[in-house]
């Protein structure tokens, strides 16, 4: 079974920064790509970084040149380093993590929450 783990969320003030981390538990092949989305409170869920097996990159207007999306295979993990934060930032987010073999699926995190507030 795999399971994804999510950590580093917490309330920071506006213009600090958080580091969220994902750990799959089991081994995952034929990975095509990292994502990270989030949902804040009335709001539906968007994707806000994205890294892909050919090592590309894609991010939401919103968080260009804040936000760095990052991996470290020996360790399982995928990251979300998140500067200048602002409180518009706020909501919980997902780590997911697609799988094409035969089919495509998704593995999904179970949220961890970032709040900033002064």
């Known amino acids: 079974q795999v399971q994804l783990v999510e950590s580093g969320g917490g309330l920071v003030q506006p213009g600090g920064s958080l580091r969220l981390s994902c750990a799959a538990s089991?081994?995952?092949?034929?990975?095509?790509?990292m994502r990270w989305h989030r949902q804040a409170p009335g709001k539906s869920r968007e994707l806000v970084a994205a890294l892909t097996s050919d090592g590309s990159t894609n991010y939401a207007d919103s968080v260009k040149g804040r936000f760095t999306i990052s991996r470290d295979n020996a360790k399982n993990t995928v990251y979300l380093q998140m500067n200048s934060l602002k409180p518009e930032d706020t909501a919980v987010y997902y780590c997911?993590?697609?799988?094409?073999?035969?089919?495509?699926?998704?593995?999904w995190g179970q949220g961890t929450q970032v709040t900033v507030s002064a």
């Open positions: 089991g081994s995952i092949f034929s990975i095509y790509a």
């Open positions: 997911n993590i697609r799988v094409v073999t035969l089919y495509t699926y998704d593995y």
